[in-house]
């Protein structure tokens, strides 16, 4: 039997779809597809495996034992189809391929605009787009082939698989206010700073929550009584400056506001926040030449 004459690529589609949404109802509104028809791949594609690869869990539907195993090699080989498709597109375009980066907040605001900003300066045509994003929306993008790559801190080991890490340098977490904060008279925080002020946080999940949580038992500082969890920068800044929060984030977000003293470092010894910032790239992508000449610019640019 043929593989090919049995397996679509509509139904890679289908399941990644359905696995990712849990839902045939959502997975049909994104495809663009009636209910029946994505449920009709679904049974075609178990044909194919042998396999049940979905099934009832109270009123929706969830993987199966082998809907689980088969994940990651549908998505991967999906990916990989896309990527070929997209290059070949790519060629035929006076602009040059597109290439999809996802930027963490870390990056966002420092590396990434550099490299883009140099690559443009050495006369590159080549076309990019910049997804922002929490770090487990990002290489779900990857690892479904919408993002050549994701440039941020290094992910937890579970959220690994089928990606590569290549790091570029190592940052930390970093606590500030506005300039004129009543804490930034303390030359040693007390345990209870954090208890009249609003304090926003990274949200439980992101990459360096658990560095955060960390940091405040090592350094005996009790948790905020008022805190707000968001990644969003634009919010942050506005409300720090505006509302005497305390804002504990990445160094390279607030870099440039620290240097033009908008914004203060608290006195806490952030140095166990210290973690690796890199490039996390499919394990079997192959990089188009622009999207590898703005990882090796990005390589350059962090020396």
Avoid at 155 to 165: I, K, L, N, T, Y
Wanted: hydrophobic share 40%.
């Amino acid at each position: 039997m043929r593989l090919s004459d049995h397996l679509k690529l509509r139904h890679l589609e289908v399941f990644v779809e359905v696995a990712r949404k849990s839902s045939v109802t959502q997975a049909a509104d994104a495809l663009g597809m009636t209910q029946p028809a994505v449920t009709r791949a679904l049974r075609e594609l178990e044909t194919v495996c042998g396999k049940k690869l979905v099934e009832k869990h109270g009123r929706g539907i969830r993987l199966s034992a082998y809907g689980e195993m088969f994940r990651d090699p549908a998505g991967r080989s999906l990916a990989l189809a896309r990527d070929g498709v997209s290059m070949l597109q790519g060629l035929s375009e006076a602009e040059g391929p597109k290439v999809a980066i996802g930027a963490l907040p870390t990056v966002s605001a420092t590396v990434v605009p550099d490299a883009l900003a140099q690559l443009r300066e050495e006369g590159s045509h080549s076309r990019f787009s910049v997804m922002s994003g929490d770090n487990q929306y990002l290489l779900d993008q990857l690892r479904r082939g919408f993002l050549d790559v994701v440039v941020g801190r290094l992910p937890a080991p579970e959220h690994m698989a089928g990606v590569d890490f290549d790091p570029l340098f190592r940052e930390r977490v970093v606590a500030v206010v506005a300039a004129d904060h009543p804490l930034t008279q303390f030359g040693r925080l007390p345990d209870m700073a954090f208890q009249d002020f609003p304090v926003l946080m990274p949200n439980q999940g992101s990459i360096i929550r658990p560095y955060v949580d960390r940091m405040l038992l090592e350094q005996g500082i009790l948790p905020p009584r008022f805190p707000i969890e968001t990644v969003s920068s634009t919010f942050c800044r506005r409300f720090t400056l505006a509302h005497k929060a305390v804002w504990i984030i990445s160094h390279g977000v607030v870099r440039a506001e620290l240097e033009a003293g908008v914004l203060s470092h608290l006195p806490i010894n952030t140095g166990s926040t210290l973690g690796p910032v890199g490039l996390c790239i499919r394990s079997e992508h192959q990089l188009s030449p622009a999207a590898q000449r703005f990882c090796d610019t990005l390589r350059e640019l962090c020396g």
